[in-house]
């Protein structure tokens, strides 16, 4: 959740800059951007800990979208690295290209783990919606980047309201 807020407080904060003409909270566009990489790193931390949690109940579906988010976001870290850190701006293109590209595999990630966690029925009955709804600010996020921090606090709003593991069903 912690990182889904940081994500959106920083595009907030970057909305305010007007194109890095100026500073917001004291701070410039690149470091604003800055900020992005902590919140993907604990949205990293946050599919692992996803798929660590509920890998014996959800199967392969969650595995391979896990690794696909994960996989995206560490494209994403590096493009912004890219586009900010490293090069001060001077690979803006290059940089957003490699952000933007990771975006994509991310969002495809996280609908198949989304996917695989509406499936095993979450122990709140109220559990899919929320999860739903993180999974469309996911796609949102195609529109509005906010969205997909928006998509995580949801998220983190569903896995830590659930204090029991769902149950394994024996097939039979």
Do not use: K
């Not at 919140?39 to 969650?62: E, F, N, P």
């Not at 198949?112 to 095993?120: D, I, S, T």
């Amino acid at each position: 959740m912690l990182g889904g807020v940081l994500w959106m407080a920083s595009w907030y904060a970057n909305s305010l800059t007007e194109d890095g003409t100026q500073q917001a909270l004291g701070l410039t566009e690149r470091q604003l951007r800055l900020l992005l990489i902590p919140a993907l790193v604990l949205m990293l931390a946050g599919v692992w800990a996803i798929l660590r949690r509920y890998r014996h109940v959800t199967g392969g579906l969650a595995s391979a979208g896990a690794a696909l988010a994960a996989a995206g976001l560490v494209t994403m870290i590096a493009g912004n690295a890219l586009e900010y850190a490293l090069s001060g701006g001077a690979l803006r293109n290059e940089g957003e290209g490699i952000f933007v590209a990771g975006a994509l595999i991310a969002l495809l990630g996280h609908l198949a783990l989304g996917g695989a966690l509406v499936r095993v029925r979450l122990p709140p009955s109220w559990s899919p919606l929320p999860l739903a709804l993180g999974a469309v600010c996911f796609l949102g996020s195609l529109v509005l980047v906010p969205f997909l921090g928006l998509g995580w606090v949801l998220w983190g709003f569903v896995l830590t309201a659930s204090e029991q593991e769902p149950a394994v069903e024996d097939g039979t």
